[in-house]
């Protein structure tokens, strides 16, 4: 049970496609978060947002596009990826950055074919 | 930049109490240490938080000595159910990417 959730759960895609992972928090929290955990890596911690406002991107290539229309909402939009992107994309929540616990989502597994 | 370490893997019997130790030897004086757990193809979940001494609640104990520079997360009577890898945080309200930072975890295995 969790009050983050993600959609999809699954996504496949090819590397000239375009697509949009979607993070949810129903905990009326301000921060939302974007990591990638690879097969065997410890989890990237990719984007940060509080209240809106993006205030961590730890060198992501441009082509993950984080956007957070409010904070309730996290998107993170795909494009021209590489198969080494396929990963476990994760997204959390916390009431602000510090130093609440984060809430996380399942996951999306991405596979870039 | 606080860093974090801890033991690769440890292995448990059901009943017993599991100690994990996370190394933190340059810690500053604002961090706060936080643990994590993980089960595979899912997110972390929280487990506690702590300053200093001891932090209790529901699911675990966490220890801090005086020096600050380790802390151990005491999970009493394992279960099966508790296998997992476990994730050791440092950080603070200045350095948000720190406090957000996942290092490798100690992968604790619960045997029958």
């Known amino acids: 049970e969790t009050g983050v959730t993600q959609t999809p759960r699954h996504l496949v895609m090819g590397m000239t496609n375009k697509k949009s992972l979607k993070c949810e928090q129903h905990?009326?929290?301000?921060?939302m978060y974007w990591y990638k955990q690879s097969a065997k890596k410890p989890l990237e911690l990719m984007f940060v947002y509080n209240f809106k406002e993006q205030t961590e991107n730890n060198s992501v290539p441009s082509r993950f596009s984080p956007e957070c229309p409010n904070s309730s909402h996290l998107f993170l939009h795909l494009h021209t990826l590489q198969p080494e992107d396929s990963a476990l994309y994760l997204c959390a929540s916390s009431r602000n950055t510090f130093p609440y616990e984060q809430y996380f989502g399942p996951g999306t597994r991405l596979t870039v074919t | 930049l606080a860093k974090t370490t801890q033991p690769i893997s440890m292995d448990s019997y059901e009943g017993q109490e599991v100690n994990i130790t996370c190394s933190h030897n340059n810690i500053a004086t604002n961090d706060y240490i936080t643990w994590y757990q993980q089960f595979p193809s899912q997110g972390p979940r929280f487990i506690i938080q702590?300053?200093?001494t001891k932090v209790t609640n529901e699911v675990a104990s966490l220890f801090i000595p005086a020096d600050r520079k380790s802390s151990t997360l005491s999970l009493p009577r394992v279960s099966l159910s508790d296998t997992a890898v476990y994730y050791c945080l440092v950080g603070d309200s200045e350095n948000a990417g720190n406090m957000l930072t996942f290092g490798g975890g100690t992968r604790l295995m619960v045997k029958p």
């Open positions: 702590g300053y200093k």
């Open positions: 905990l009326g929290h301000n921060a």
